[in-house]
């Protein structure tokens, strides 16, 4: 419980807080959502210094029209990040119950919102190494709704199968199918998938 603290993103004070610590692996962006909370939310991202202190880093209070909160987080290798996820307090004075039910997401990619029902098997195909999402500039994108073709499946199935370090056999003299040429660029793939 943490009545009377700042809320850095607007003037209502927070009410109660759960608080993550993340420190980056790689220079990136994450997401962060609470998207499907039953209560008003803000997110604020921290830095400690070396005092104790901390300095903020971004917050965002009502994302889109909503009562919950969505940051998109450029994060440096090495650095630790405290994130603080709070029940928002509308006054000065405590005006709500603490308590509800908490949605706090932290995503890979831009377009996959942690209310979305695939969000979980899209983030574990990712972690598994089965895609890297369909962009990556600006933001790593999935495109949820993008048609996906054989060839890619292909790609995919065979790095479910075996890993995400998996690459097949080379072609060789033909792929097996008369319109795969070997020169495709997964006619390996498909030929491995076949086999």
Known sequence: L???????CSPALGLVSVWYKYTATSNRRIYLDT??????TFIAVWNKNANGTLSLVTC?????GLTQSNVNLPVLNGTTYYIQV???NSGSATVATPG????????????V????????????IYAAGITGGC????DLRYCPTAAVDRASMAVFLLHGIHG?????????????FADVPTTYWVGAWIKQLAV
């Open 86 to 88: 709070a029940q928002k």
């Open 113 to 124: 919102t942690g209310n979305n029902v695939f969000w979980k098997f899209i983030e574990g």
């Open 60 to 64: 965002n209070d009502n994302s889109s």
């Open 164 to 176: 995400s370090s998996y690459s097949p056999p080379a072609v060789g003299a033909s792929t097996g």
């Open 135 to 138: 962009a990556t500039s600006p």
């Open 2 to 8: 943490d009545t009377g603290t700042t809320n850095a």
């Open 35 to 40: 998207f499907g909370t039953s209560y008003d």
């Open 100 to 111: 509800g039910t908490l949605q706090f997401h932290v995503r890979n990619f831009a377009d």
